[in-house]
């Protein structure tokens, strides 16, 4: 092979590469939509905050905006949480004490129940910080439609990343799941939503 001809193959092989990369993220089918199921997801739960057990009955009459994820996401997660921050913030002081951020940790061998309360608070002062045991997590994932796995991580401090759904969860104020929204949401999409429903 001539070296023109091993440029122009890396070319390639980083052209596909880079487009897989771009499916992976962008792709609508990389993550099922469970729009037309919400009315069998969803359900109450009780996990664990740096001041004690937090439970979903304990917003009735809040709407609950509630996120999967982990403190060492390097964009996705922050991302997420910024979008709820942002949209909460557009509303009126009324408005937006009616609404109830919520961060789950799917890893909790890693995220304190400290860590996880500086982490929320970083993004708005009323978003909490949760987490519970891997049983737990498992089945509570799996009853909002959601999904979360571990990925080892070959030379890197870190071990693992995890892989997970990315999307926010609204919660009606009896505890029911409205509807999911998905990564990438623009700010003003999100608060118009939140306005319908207050």
């Not at 390639?12 to 990389?30: D, H, V």
């Not at 921050?85 to 109830?100: K, N, P, V, Y």
């Not at 129940?113 to 002062?125: E, G, I, K, R, T």
């Not at 978003?127 to 997590?137: D, I, N, P, V």
Request: charged content about 15%; overall charge negative.
């Amino acid at each position: 092979m001539t070296q023109s001809a091993k440029v122009l193959y890396s070319l390639m092989l980083f052209a596909l590469f880079s487009a897989g990369l771009l499916l992976a993220k962008y792709a609508p089918w990389a993550e099922p939509d469970n729009t037309a199921m919400h009315g069998s997801l969803g359900g109450d739960f009780v996990l664990n905050s740096h001041t004690g057990e937090v439970a979903l009955e304990d917003f009735r009459g809040q709407l609950v905006l509630m996120y999967f994820g982990f403190t060492s996401c390097p964009d996705v997660c922050p991302t997420a949480l910024s979008t709820i921050a942002a949209s909460m913030r557009q509303l009126d002081g009324h408005l937006e004490s009616q609404i109830q951020p919520l961060f789950v940790s799917v890893d909790p061998a890693r995220d304190t129940l400290d860590n996880l309360a500086q982490y929320s608070a970083y993004f708005h002062p009323k978003m909490l910080g949760l987490t519970g045991t891997t049983e737990y997590l498992d089945t509570l994932v799996k009853n909002y439609g959601a999904y979360y796995r571990h990925i080892p991580l070959e030379n890197s401090a870190l071990g693992y990343t995890v892989d997970h759904t990315s999307r926010v969860y609204l919660i009606g104020r009896e505890g029911q799941l409205i509807s999911t929204i998905a990564h990438g949401t623009p700010v003003d999409e999100v608060t118009a939503l939140l306005k319908l429903q207050l």
